[in-house]
């Protein structure tokens, strides 16, 4: 079934905003969302960052929708406590939630004073929890040493079908990894070309037949200089290459970064449109791709408007045109 779903952003809204809004997606015929999970926000013109994990239970109370989380186990979080959360969500709403897994960014991972690996360790790392995770939901009792170290550990409440786990991949060498040992990839949007290299690239990883989830990075306003000055107000500092969103330490260093960054640089990074049929345009064609759920995330303030205007023109023709 595909999915259009309401990208829950903690970083740039309180968590009882957020609940709100995932409400109104629900009215407004969105069908799943998808959370962040960060300890900072990218930018402290965004400055907002609650504990989704609890928001997560709340808001899958209180809608129908599925839910995606990103996480990154490993550094921040012990893959262990991150198996146990994920466990107690999917049996308490089964077949509804599903984690996407990371390599992580030291903006959030810094905070437990150890030491930031390399990509390659990172890695590294991140199959490693993903291993103890899938170990731990299956009821064995792990005990591993490695990047990670996990004693005796056993989960007692587990649900009877196991979340999917989800591969994020920004890059087409992690699209292609994560082809190998994922249920599924997630990755953000782009110019349809280097879409399809991500999508080419998963696939022939062993990534052939697995769900694909598109993160839309999107800026709708009524008129095209508000979505372009949105844009740039709550999205500047987040445009740059994966190494420098993964390497540096505080929302003011990427604030610093983004000193230059002019409006026009937005375009070729979010989806920035006051008119509808380009929206809908654009995301036919993600679904011509091959993905399975889009995940939009309008990267302005303006929740409300956006919810209403892409629930009256745009997900409704989406779901038309996939079953069309």
């Known amino acids: 079934m595909l ?51 609890s928001w997560l239970g709340a808001a899958m109370q209180a809608t129908d929708f599925s839910f995606g989380i990103v996480n990154a186990p490993g550094q921040r979080y012990h893959p262990a406590i991150i198996a146990q959360a994920a466990a107690t969500l999917a049996e308490m709403f089964p077949e509804r939630f599903w984690v996407a897994m990371g390599s992580g960014q030291y903006i959030n991972e810094q905070i ?51 979340p999917k786990i989800i591969g994020a991949a920004i890059t087409e060498e992690t699209a292609r990894w994560v082809g190998s040992w994922a249920d599924g ?19 022939e990883g062993g990534g052939e037949g697995k769900p694909m989830y598109l993160k839309v990075q999107l800026s709708y306003a009524e008129n095209e200089q508000q979505a372009l000055q949105g844009a740039h107000e709550q999205w500047r500092s987040n445009i740059f290459p994966s190494p420098v969103l993964s390497d540096l330490r505080t929302a003011k260093q990427l604030e610093q970064a983004a000193m230059f960054v002019r409006e026009e640089d937005l375009r070729d990074h979010v989806r920035i449109s006051s008119d509808l049929s380009q929206h809908l345009a654009w995301l036919q064609q993600d679904l011509d791709l091959g993905f399975s759920q889009l995940l939009l995330h309008n990267v302005n303030l303006q929740h409300e408007q956006f919810i209403e205007a892409f629930g009256n023109k745009v997900v409704p023709e989406l779901l038309k045109y996939k079953t069309s």
Request: glycine share 6%; aromatic share 10%.
């Open 3 to 53: 999915k259009i779903g309401y990208h829950a952003s903690h970083e740039q809204f309180k968590p009882s905003a957020l609940l709100k809004y995932v409400q109104l997606a629900e009215q407004a015929g969105f069908n799943a969302s998808l959370s962040s999970d960060h300890f900072a926000p990218w930018s402290l013109d965004q400055g907002e960052s609650g504990f989704a994990w």
């Open 112 to 162: 437990t004073g150890e030491h930031w690996p390399v990509k390659q360790h990172r890695n590294e790392r991140l199959k490693e929890c993903v291993d103890i995770i899938r170990a731990l939901w299956n009821g064995e009792t792990v005990t591993h040493h490695g990047h990670v170290k996990v004693e005796q550990a056993k989960l007692f409440t587990r649900p009877a079908i196991a």
């Open 185 to 203: 990839m997630i990755t953000v949007s782009k110019p349809p070309q280097e879409l399809k290299k991500m999508v080419d690239a998963f696939r």
